[in-house]
C-alpha cells in the first residue's frame, strides 16, 4: 500500500495523499474506488466509493497499481463543473450542476 502512496486511514481503508483514491482491505481481496463524498463544509465527509473495481486476494501487488490508475482515470472523466464555482466535483454530491459548498454558500442548503 505505501508503495502505491496510499496512508492508512483506519479500519482497513487507505487513501490517497489527495484523498481521491480509496483502497478498502478485506478478507476477499482489495477494493478499490474513487472518493465520491467531497464536500467544501466543516465536519467529516461520509466516504462513498464510486466506480469499486476489485482486485482478488493475492493479486495484490500485480494489480494494485493498474487498478488505481484506471479508477483515477475513470474519476477524472465523471467529475461535473459546478455552475456557481467552477469546481470540478463528483457527481455523488452535485445537485442541479451545484456542489455541496454551493448549496450551503448560494441556497442555504445543508446537507
Not at 476477499?28 to 466543516?42: C, E, I, K, Y
Not at 479508477?71 to 450542476?97: F, K, Y
Amino acid at each position: 500500500m505505501l508503495a502505491n502512496s496510499l496512508m492508512p486511514e483506519g479500519d482497513g481503508l487507505w487513501v490517497d495523499e489527495a484523498d481521491e483514491i480509496s483502497v478498502m482491505v478485506s478478507p476477499l481481496g482489495l477494493f478499490v474506488g474513487w472518493n465520491d463524498s467531497f464536500a467544501r463544509l466543516p465536519g467529516p465527509a461520509v466516504r462513498r466509493f464510486g466506480d469499486v473495481r476489485h482486485v482478488p486476494r493475492g493479486q495484490e501487488s500485480e494489480l494494485l497499481a493498474e487498478t488505481i490508475a484506471e479508477v483515477g482515470r475513470r474519476r477524472r472523466a465523471a467529475l461535473i463543473q459546478c455552475r456557481h464555482c467552477g469546481e470540478m466535483t463528483p457527481p455523488g454530491l452535485i445537485s442541479d450542476r451545484c456542489c455541496v459548498g454551493c448549496q450551503s454558500d448560494v441556497h442555504g442548503i445543508r446537507p
